[in-house]
């Protein structure tokens, strides 16, 4: 079956700790996304990828890192310097016709201790 | 700048009957393409439905349709025949010029929430 994968699903940081989470795509989709979604808010684009070794800031790119260094995976490190990282992240994957359609991966859950 | 405003909070509606949730946007670009997504409380977001600014018709998917208005910018998800697995948050979300700065953003709306009453 074709799709994306998130993991963990819930994810717990200590204070200063950097932590990674995981998004791996089998669409052959060349673009692929990082969101994060608070509560009562719509989705803000941290970063996003359209090949490989090649990523842009989104729009809340502080404190957070990527790299793209195969087609199928686009890994986030949320680092220390994001100081209010609880939140529920979600990754997407787009091709790169007309409609460009993002799909969603079914997302990680973060929580500070 | 480019906005999407989803003006309905909460909407309840009963099993088997339609609903429409609003979706008004505001760009300056002639091209564009718009969006609908359901996030159950599972979290995943699933796509819905897509219009583009050029599609002459409204855009359907099964029991979902969009009904386009270009001059009231306007895109409304119309889910005829609610089903109790209809409820869910649903987001409207907009995307500008391919190519615009390599700019492959969606601008999202903050989402009604939708509940089907048995």
């Known amino acids: 079956d074709g799709g994306i994968t998130q993991s963990p699903k819930y994810l717990f940081r200590k204070e200063g700790q950097n932590v990674t989470l995981s998004c791996e795509q089998n669409?052959?989709?060349?673009?692929m996304y990082w969101y994060r979604q608070d509560p009562g808010q719509g989705l803000r684009l941290i970063y996003y990828?359209?090949?490989?070794?090649?990523?842009q800031k989104g729009d809340i790119a502080e404190g957070y890192s990527v790299s793209r260094e195969k087609k199928e995976s686009f890994p986030l490190t949320v680092t220390s310097a994001q100081k209010n990282p609880t939140a529920f992240y979600l990754c997407?994957?787009?091709?790169?016709?007309?409609?460009?359609?993002?799909?969603f991966g079914p997302g990680t859950r973060l929580l500070v201790l | 700048a480019q906005k999407i405003t989803q003006t309905q909070p909460g909407m309840f509606v009963q099993e088997k009957e339609a609903v429409t949730l609003d979706c008004t946007y505001d760009t300056s670009d002639q091209s564009y393409g718009l969006f609908w997504y359901k996030q159950p409380s599972s979290g995943e977001m699933i796509f819905l439905i897509y219009?583009?600014?050029?599609d002459e018709q409204n855009a359907t998917e099964g029991r979902y349709s969009l009904n386009f208005q270009k001059a009231r910018k306007s895109a409304n998800l119309v889910i005829s025949a609610s089903q109790l697995g209809d409820s869910a948050m649903y987001f409207c979300a907009m995307r500008g010029l391919l190519n615009a700065g390599n700019n492959r953003k969606l601008i999202w709306g903050l989402g009604t929430s939708l509940a089907v009453n048995p």
């Open positions: 990828s359209q090949i490989v070794n090649d990523f």
């Open positions: 219009q583009g600014s050029y």
């Open positions: 997407a994957s787009s091709t790169r016709g007309y409609q460009e359609t993002q799909y």
């Open positions: 669409l052959n989709h060349d673009a």
